[in-house]
C-alpha cells in the first residue's frame, strides 16, 4: 500500500457510497483510461471476469472457436469454456516466451481449412514481458479476427513507448491481490470502442434494463467493481510507477548478482519494450548447471524462501487435454525447467541478497 487508499476508502465511508459503483468508480476508470492510453474503460471484479465479457460482446458462443495462449494462467482460458466455445491452444516462442506469431497462423490457416474460423485470439503478456504484439496485430487483421490483449500481469509495461494492454480491441487488466497493484481482488475491461464498453458495463450489472422495476431482456452477469475497492484503486495508481521501478530493479539486481553459465532470465527483444516485471524469472539449464529446477526450489525452500515453478501449460492441464494444440515444445520445456524468483514490491536488498545467497549456495555446492 502507497498510504493514499484510506483517503479514498475514507470518502467512499464519509459519503456514504458503499454500495456498488459510485464516484471512485468513475473517477478509477477515467484515471486508468489516462494511465493505460485507452479512451473507455470498465472497472470489474475480476480479470476473467473481463475476458469473459469481451467474448460474450464479439458474439462468442457454443461450438465457436477461440485462439488462445498455452503458456498462462487459466483465468486467460476458463471464460472461453464459460461461453460453450472451444479453446485452441497455441505455444509460445523462446524469446519473450508468449504467443509464438507462427505458429499462430499456421493454427488459424489450419482451422480455416477445418472450416472453423475463430472468433477471436486472446494473447497474453507473461509476467509483464511484452509479446511480439506488432507481429500477432499484422496476424489477426490478416485474417478479420479480433484480439483481446491480456495485460493482467502488465500493467505498467511499455512497448515502443506505448502501454501494453492498449493495442488489442480489448485490453484486459488485473488488479487481484498478487498483481503489481491491487484493488484487493477487481480487474478491468478497455478499449477504445465506447459501444463495447458501455454494453460490457450493462451486462456486468446484471443486463438490468432501463425500466422503473428490474427487467431483462438479456443474460447479465454481477461482474461490477465495487466504489471501495475502487478507492484502493485510485490510491494503488498514485504508487503504480514506483512499484513498476521497484520490479524492474529487483529484476536488475538479480540479473548482476546471479551471472552463472546455466541460468537465463526472461527479456526483452527489444530496447524500446520495458517489462514491468511483475515477476522475475529464471530458467534452469540441467545440463550445464548439473543442477535442475526442482532441486533449487526445494534448497531454497529449506531455508524457508518460496519460489514456485512457472505456469503449467494449459495444454497440460486435465481440463484442457482434448482440446485442439498447436506446440513447438518451448512451454513444456519453461515448465520443467523455470522458476519465478521472490518478487514482491515490499522487498528490501536484504531480501534480494538472500535470495541470491540461497541460490548461489546450492549451485557452488553442485
Keep these: 500500500m502507497g498510504g493514499q487508499e484510506l483517503k479514498y476508502v475514507k470518502e467512499a465511508f464519509d459519503t456514504n457510497w458503499i454500495a456498488p459503483l459510485g464516484p471512485n468508480v468513475d473517477n478509477f476508470e477515467q484515471e486508468l483510461g489516462l494511465y493505460v492510453g485507452v479512451k473507455h474503460v470498465a472497472a470489474l471484479n475480476s480479470g476473467t471476469a473481463a475476458i469473459h465479457l469481451a467474448l460474450v460482446i464479439l458474439g462468442v458462443g457454443r461450438g465457436d472457436e477461440v485462439i488462445a ?184 539486481y538479480y540479473r548482476k548478482n546471479l551471472h552463472f553459465d546455466g541460468v537465463s532470465f526472461q527479456t526483452e527483444i527489444d530496447a524500446d519494450d520495458k517489462s514491468n516485471y511483475w515477476l522475475t524469472a529464471i530458467e534452469v539449464n540441467e545440463k550445464i548447471l548439473s543442477l ?20 503449467k501449460p494449459i495444454h497440460q492441464q486435465p481440463l484442457y487435454k482434448d482440446v485442439p494444440y498447436y506446440g513447438n515444445g518451448v512451454s513444456d520445456r519453461l515448465f520443467k525447467d523455470g522458476l519465478c524468483l521472490p518478487s514482491g514490491s515490499n522487498l528490501k536488498e536484504k531480501d534480494m541478497s538472500r535470495v541470491v545467497s540461497a541460490i548461489q549456495k546450492v549451485i557452488k555446492r553442485q
Design 69 to 252: 495462449q498455452s503458456f498462462t494462467f487459466c483465468g486467460t482460458t476458463n471464460p472461453i469454456l464459460y461461453t460453450g466455445a472451444i479453446p485452441v491452444l497455441v505455444d509460445s516462442e523462446k524469446d519473450t516466451w508468449n504467443m509464438d506469431p507462427v505458429l499462430l497462423e499456421e493454427a488459424i490457416i489450419d482451422r480455416i481449412k477445418k472450416g472453423k474460423k475463430p472468433k477471436a485470439v486472446i494473447l497474453v503478456h507473461l509476467y509483464g514481458m511484452p509479446a511480439k504484439i506488432h507481429e500477432i496485430i499484422a496476424i489477426c487483421n490478416r485474417y478479420e479476427i479480433p484480439l483481446i490483449e491480456d495485460a493482467a500481469e502488465a500493467l505498467g509495461a511499455t512497448i515502443r513507448g506505448k502501454k501494453a494492454g492498449s493495442f488489442g480491441d480489448f485490453g484486459i487488466l488485473s488488479f487481484n491481490g498478487n498483481k503489481i497493484i491491487t484493488t484487493s481482488g477487481g480487474g478491468a475491461l478497455i478499449s477504445n470502442n465506447k459501444a463495447w464498453i458501455e454494453k460490457s458495463r450493462f451486462l456486468a450489472t446484471q443486463a438490468r434494463d432501463d425500466a422503473p422495476h428490474y427487467e431483462h431482456t438479456e443474460l447479465g452477469f454481477n461482474y461490477r467493481m465495487s466504489n471501495v475497492l475502487a478507492g484502493i484503486g485510485r490510491g494503488q495508481l498514485e504508487v503504480l510507477d514506483d512499484h513498476v521501478r521497484k520490479r524492474q530493479d529487483m529484476n536488475t
Design 292 to 311: 535442475n529446477r526442482e532441486e533449487i526450489r526445494l534448497a531454497l525452500w529449506e531455508e524457508n524462501i518460496e519460489t514456485r515453478p512457472l505456469w
